[in-house]
């Protein structure tokens, strides 16, 4: 099991990077960073294991069996409630993918008119807090029927609409031939989580620093050079998961774009997080009741990286 | 298929057994060139050292083993295609699950008979192997020989034209055991039907049977098929000398086969 | 009476004495929330979202019931059909495995095709997890029965359907009781499993849509709350199996005591 | 050899009339390849990742056999025990039930923590999974002794271990096969579910990760594919547990034939 | 376990039964003011009509079965604490999946005896009851008479100190049954053991036994407890007066015992 040397130590440090999901754009500038070498440099070896499910790398970070992970922007403050140190180091997505997708011909125009329909079957976990956000939002009708997010089903149009990442199952089925429309959640409901983020244990981050660092640059260049040219690392990407074709793999890549560069990023550069943005993130938490309280947010993350000294104020 | 006329086949053979060799699975042989033949309203008593054949034979007859060569006919047919055959096995097979009146009732049960009916026969039954008060036990509850005895009553309790008895009173005392004698003769009195019993005990094969069948020890024919000579069955006849003469016969003949 | 109050006592006592456990573990190892909550969190919890729980619990609980009848005597039918023949068994036994080998994220879609979403999909489900092991213990016990008894029948040209309703299946029913008892279990799972895919997932959602959510929320006292819940359901159908085996196998405790 | 032969004529016919139905369903139905691909397709996306899905079925079938094996193993010895006293059976035999019943979603994180990532966790998952079968057919069969035969062994003063080993067990092998017939099937199960919440480890996707990635990508062809050989490797546990019992069964047909 | 001192309960009776009642869960009383004891080396046979409650009152000796009142003692002890009793069954109870010898050398096999010796004992006891060239078959595929006689072997592969015999040789040809009694008698005479033997041949019982007890039809005390008296015993015992006059005398004991 590879653990980190103590400072001063030979060796590169051997770290795991735990992804949420399969190999795909999403995690692009990753596996870019890899490609050019920046994850196996002499002080820096960096195993990055696809994820499946998407359940545990919160978790596995949280409890030390990876020392990174990619997790889900209100997932960090969720879990830190539950006894999580999860400190954010790198925010790949500025704005939140989820969003509500319909068949290209359905009469719904808009996520109000979804959610307020007595006849429409949503495919959404609806506990999650951006559908939470849009049942807020939208007070959904009593008739609003919710069922399992089933994307077969969807297709096969036993749902009138369903849960997605705009970069993800639009793509796939576009690219199925079936065509659809799709409704950012953020925009709707105003719940912008930031999302696909870097993050560590606080004690790790106080103990290895340097290691922190080389890794925020590693994905900055990563994520800066894949945002140009993903191509490479597309190829690269649909042999290691065959399941998602190379086509598919390189309109991803253009879709998400907008998610990952605005005008924030051109200010403060790429996978920039800031106070204000977690602060409202957690206070629209809060009011979802899916977070007691607003948590100190500058212990959350660490942006742009030494800015703060290390080890303080930590609750 | 409990109706009695044995009338249909009253001249020929009612049971024939010819040049019948019967091979187990495992290749061992336990018979070879037996041969006999039943009247109608015949009654056999088959014996032989333990380990001879006597119940393969009687599974022939009841059509639950087929001879691996010669032939085995009931009625002129293929055993296993008679109705109307009774079998008391040499273990009583009894349904655990069943009370001894329900277990007695089997036979009739599968053949159709109304409930009503078919509780009064088993009774009935019962009360002649004298065991009308334990219907409702369990076989486990039951002793070896009141078992025993429930299976007698289950082959009694349909009037078969052909009954087939393996070692039916092996586990009983004499008393009940001649008791039970003097019952069997009785019924065969009654019905006129066909019996073949296995017995050890020769004064029991005398006693009962119009002829009795002696087996070799090892498969091969049949050491003796002798007629029964003694005057007619009385009160005292189990006393008497002819009688006793009669089974010393046998008992030579048995121990000529070279038994045990 | 008091023997019956006596059943009661060993798991009452070995139910507590895990709870002890548990919470020393989550004590001692100084286990993280989002991990293992105490019981004491997973009770609270459990309290604070009662209503909630207690609707779910009746949804699936139903459900799973539903489908555990059906997958018992559909499975004690199919199992005695591939006893009447080797030729059915050897051609139809291993075919029967398949369904509890295709995971039901594969053919979910198909379910909410065909059953559409929540209970009748749930229902279909839970059939398909927990028919096997009723077949498997059918077939087995049906194989086992005495051959003797059989030959009694054999001599009494019992029918086929004499053979298998008074010796057969009485002979096999220990057999089946342990198949139903796995069964129980299964189909609390199946039900479950089903309606990570199939379930609603609003204001009426079942046990399985709960956990799943307080899986992603990190509400893990929630969910521990749902699953024992779930568990319970089990524990219910299992004493069910159990008050039918008594019923049908404690009298004839010659064979069975 | 002939025997031999004939007894794997009736599961070819029928597995050929079961693609036949399915090619037929597919068609006449007209159904959309996405919800179920036909039998043709799912053989051309099978060669297409011929050496993936080889790769993948070696991976989950290592996990699910050495899951199967230990669930075996611990399974009877654990059922046994449970054989011991009634008080153990009421205490404990419920509690095994849990391991049935708790969904691996909900403790896998625990898993992946306890056992590390890829094959360890998805073994362990498996035994979770297969174990309760055994046990419970394992003590089914010890409970079905026959109380004579337990008497004499009483008579002559064996010891619970000889008891156990020379009487108990062989009269409980039936059962206890009956019960690992439905492990092999768990086991399969038990892995790919496993996989789908820990598995996607390194570079290499055991049989469940390929599985959730072409159901999200639609590949329900290459799905369908990897869901078939995942069975192929229960199939084949299924012989396995199938030779053993003839093994142990077959010379004293007198009992069950 | 096996050793054959009986000499340290010499004097003492080495079987005891005081007012033994016997009541069975289901409220079935068995038993009722059972009292008879046995000195060392005696041989006693217990006889009595069908479910009179021979088997329950051996199986209290093997202790397999307590009094519901009284006591049941042997060498002075609890029987189910006592090693050296051999008990022959009145069902074979053999277990299916052993071959006839490994049958027979289970008691050698639980007392922890090493396997070669195991093997010849165990061949040796089926050689006593003629079947030593069936030692590798399964017990379904032996006759009931000789299922029989492998639980004979079985109990007297241990050599016993005390020897408990249920109804051994009721399914067996009179031929075998003579030699296996005769062979009884030898092995009695060899080790000096005691032996109890249920039988409902009251000749056997007399040709064997120095004592014989009747038991009574119903629980009750038993009807007659008395030793067996003729001219010592002979090649043609079985045949002379002394001999059947004794058996004659039983005979009435038991049907005075409302038998049957
Ligand atoms: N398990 C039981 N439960 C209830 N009653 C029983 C049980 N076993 C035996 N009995 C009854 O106890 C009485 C004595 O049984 P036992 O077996 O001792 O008779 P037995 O003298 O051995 O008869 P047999 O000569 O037929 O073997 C019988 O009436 C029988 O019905
Ligand atoms: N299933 C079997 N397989 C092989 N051999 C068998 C089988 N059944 C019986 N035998 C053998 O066939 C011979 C005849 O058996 P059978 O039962 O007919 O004897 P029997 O005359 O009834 O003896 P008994 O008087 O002891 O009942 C015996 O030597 C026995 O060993
Ligand atoms: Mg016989
Ligand atoms: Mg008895």
Redo the contacts between chains.
Sequence with gaps: KPSTPPPGSEGPARVRLQLNWVPEPQFGGIYEARRLGLLETDSLAVDVRPGSGGISAPQLVATGEVEFGIVGGSQILQINQEGGELVALFAVYQHDPHAIMVPEGSPFQTIEQLWQSPQATIGAESSLAFIRALNEQFSASEQARFVAYNLPAFRAGRQSASQCFMTAEPVTLELEGFRTRVFSAAKASGFDPYNTVLVTRRSYLDSNPEVCREMVDAFTRGWTSYTRTPEKTNQLLSELNPAMSLEAMNLTAKRQLPLILDAQTDALGIGCMTSDRWTSIAERLVALRLLDRVPDVEALYRWPFGAQPSSEDTD | MVSTDAQSSAHSPVLSVQDARLV?P?G?QALDEVSFELEPGGFLAL?????CGK?SVLQML???LRPTAGSVRVEGQDPSRV?G?A?C???P?L???RSVGANVA??L???GVPGSDRTDRATEALARV?LEQVAD??????????RM?VSIARALVVRPRLLLL??PF????????E?LDDELLRLWDEDRMTVVIVT???REAVYLAQRVVVMAGSAGPLVADTPVEFGGRTESTRTDHAFNDEVQRV?RL??SGG?? | MKSLFMRFIPPFIVAVLFLLLWEGIVVVFEIKPFLLPSPVAVWESGREHWDQLLQAALRTGGAALLGFVLAGTVGVALGSLLGLSRWLERGFYPPTLLLQMVPLIAIAPLFVIWFGFGARSTIAATVVVAIFPVIASTLGGIRSTDPQLLELFRFHHASRLQTWWKLQLPSASPSIITGLRVAAGLSVIGAITAEFVSGYTGESAPLGSIIIASVQNFQTALMFAAVLISSLVGFLLFGLVNVLGWLVLHHWHGEHS
């Design positions: 187990y495992n061992h014996t032989g050292p333990s380990g119940t009841a059509g639950l109705d055959i079998c096995f040499q273990d097979r349904l655990p699950w089997l036979p049960e599968l053949a004298g036990r369990l076989p486990h509850q039951l002793s070896g020989g009141m005895r393996d070692e092996g586990a009983l005392d004499e008393v009940t055991r008791q050890h005990s020769l008992q048995l121990r038994g045990g």
